[in-house]
């Protein structure tokens, strides 16, 4: 991979909550218009490392953090935390639309909470280029005016993913996107998330193995707040360098 290519890189990343050191000299970069899948057990650090990026962290009392995240060259730590969060969309594990908007005013809420106004036109065509973007708009829009609320719990995640894309991010992360869903909404959200990576660099944490071989280009491998090993997704499956890695592949634990 060239140097061109990555457009997140993570430095020397150490994070502490109290006296707690939950993510230890993390260096990792991500690359462009690819899936990267973040996976390890259970209390490893991997929602916090997804959440260093688009500062959420940043709300945890007695959080310390050392080391250099950069966005396309930028140092995330010195952007105002509401641009990364333009910059950087991210999904969480139980679909959460807003249930007060309507499936339209999901779509445009991060314009909304960033007080932008949009003409009408933009609107319209953001909430139906989004949508379609996140394989929603044939389902919904005959409701569109219609609450969030009476869609299935896939399409819901599927709002989700179009709210985030709403804002044209550079970087979508999603926490384990489908553990909350039926097969076939999950294996709609997999269909979606090969799709989107022509336009936007996703890194996904997922506890499913067959999820990340499906559809992840990378794989990194935490364990105990450490990155113990990190590549390409066929290469670290077939042929792991590390022992805890091949363990938790083969379901020795986690
Ligand atoms: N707000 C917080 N305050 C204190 N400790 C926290 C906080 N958030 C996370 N931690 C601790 O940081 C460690 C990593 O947690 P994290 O949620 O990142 O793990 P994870 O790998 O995402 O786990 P899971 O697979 O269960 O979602 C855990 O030991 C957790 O207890
Ligand atoms: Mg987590």
């Given at each position: 991979m060239s140097k061109n290519s990555v457009v997140l890189e993570v430095e020397k990343l150490n994070l502490y909550i109290n006296d707690h050191h939950i993510l230890k000299d993390i260096d990792i970069?991500?690359?462009?218009?690819?899936?990267?899948?973040?996976?390890?057990?259970?209390?490893?650090?991997?929602?916090?490392?997804?959440?260093?990026?688009?500062r959420l962290n940043d709300l945890?009392?007695?959080?310390?953090?050392?080391?250099?995240?950069?966005?396309?060259?930028?140092?995330?730590?010195?952007?105002?935390?509401?641009?990364?969060?333009?910059?950087?969309?991210?999904?969480?594990?139980?679909?959460?639309?807003?249930?007060?908007?309507?499936?339209?005013?999901?779509?445009?809420?991060?314009y909304y909470l960033n007080g932008i106004k949009l003409s009408k036109d933009d609107k319209e065509r953001i909430v139906t280029e989004s949508l379609q973007q996140a394989a929603l708009f044939d389902e919904v829009k005959d409701n569109i005016h219609r609450k969030g609320t009476f869609l299935s719990g896939g399409q819901q995640q599927r709002l989700c993913i179009a709210r985030a894309l709403a804002m044209n991010?550079?970087?979508?992360?999603?926490?384990?996107?489908?553990?909350?869903?039926?097969?076939?909404?999950?294996?709609?959200?997999?269909?979606?998330?090969?799709?989107?990576?022509?336009?936007?660099?996703?890194i996904m944490v997922t506890h499913n193995i067959g999820q990340a071989s499906r559809v992840s280009d990378f794989t990194a491998f935490l364990y105990l707040g450490e990155l113990v090993e990190y590549g390409p997704t066929q290469t670290l499956f077939t042929n792991p360098k590390h022992t805890k890695t091949e363990e938790y592949l083969t379901r020795k634990f986690g």
């Open positions: 970069a991500f690359y462009k218009n690819k899936v990267t899948a973040i996976m390890g057990p259970s209390g490893c650090g991997k929602t916090t490392l997804i959440r260093s990026v688009n945890i009392p007695g959080l310390k953090s050392t080391g250099s995240l950069s966005l396309n060259q930028q140092n995330l730590l010195e952007l105002n935390p509401i641009q990364v969060r333009r910059e950087v969309g991210m999904v969480f594990q139980r679909p959460n639309p807003f249930p007060t908007m309507s499936i339209y005013e999901n779509v445009l809420a991060g991010p550079k970087i979508l992360l999603l926490d384990e996107p489908t553990s909350a869903l039926d097969p076939k909404s999950t294996a709609s959200i997999e269909q979606l998330i090969i799709e989107l990576k022509s336009k936007v660099t996703i």
